[in-house]
């Protein structure tokens, strides 16, 4: 917890091609997002299992409610160590986390990810080999791929990996509700509308815009 906020983190991993003899080479970005939820974290029970936006950091739940914080507009203000949006960088989550938990180390943080991340892509290695091999062409793998690594911590900083993202989503689309007065626009059913322009759609209970950045 940070802050008393349950959360999870996005990393990306970049894999690039192996041939016969060697395998993948794995790069971890230093940089990714932090997810929390919109709600307290309170221990699980019969009386607040309902609670979604308290259990669970599901960024596509928790921007759809009243108490979502929105990041900054401004770069500093983005990576503000004090910021309490509700998506944030992982640099300036880690900031806070050592600020708040004197235990807490970042670049082992970092060493247990590359190992997470050395050891899942050497278990996906064989079946990308065989693969390339049933397509009959040249020996050597001449192609990359960004992974999305979810990562939840335990109490005890150590990280879990929740789930593996094959095509992870690079682009940034914030939900905002209209301002009082704010006229709503019309959008075609199963249509998102363009930047900023007021939108019906299911993201949000009542009207609003996009944004993505």
Do not use: W
């Not at 082992?108 to 390339?132: C, G, K, R, W, Y």
């Amino acid at each position: 917890l940070l802050s008393g906020f349950k959360f999870d983190l996005r990393l990306y991993v970049f894999v690039v091609g192996s041939d016969s003899t060697s395998p993948p080479e794995v790069f971890v970005c230093r940089e990714g997002l932090a997810r929390f939820c919109t709600e307290q974290y309170a221990e699980p029970s019969h009386d607040n299992l309902h609670k979604c936006m308290t259990h669970l950091t599901n960024y596509s739940l928790n921007k759809r409610s009243k108490d979502f914080v929105h990041g900054g507009e401004r770069i500093d203000d983005v990576m503000d160590q004090n910021s309490t949006a509700s998506k944030r960088p992982l640099s300036a989550v880690l900031r806070q986390i050592e600020a708040e938990h004197a235990e807490f180390v970042t670049q082992a943080f970092f060493d247990s990810i590359v190992e997470m991340a050395q050891n899942t892509v050497a278990a996906m290695a064989p079946v990308l080999s065989a693969a390339h091999k049933a397509c009959q062409i040249r020996d050597e793998v001449r192609c990359c791929q960004i992974l999305g690594f979810d990562v939840m911590l335990d109490s005890k900083f150590f990280p879990y990996l929740l789930e593996v993202n094959n095509s992870p989503s690079l682009c940034i689309d914030e939900i905002f509700a209209l301002a009082p007065g704010e006229v709503t626009g019309t959008v075609a059913h199963g249509r998102r509308s363009d930047r900023d322009k007021p939108c019906l759609c299911m993201e949000m209970s009542g009207p609003h815009r996009h944004q993505t950045s």
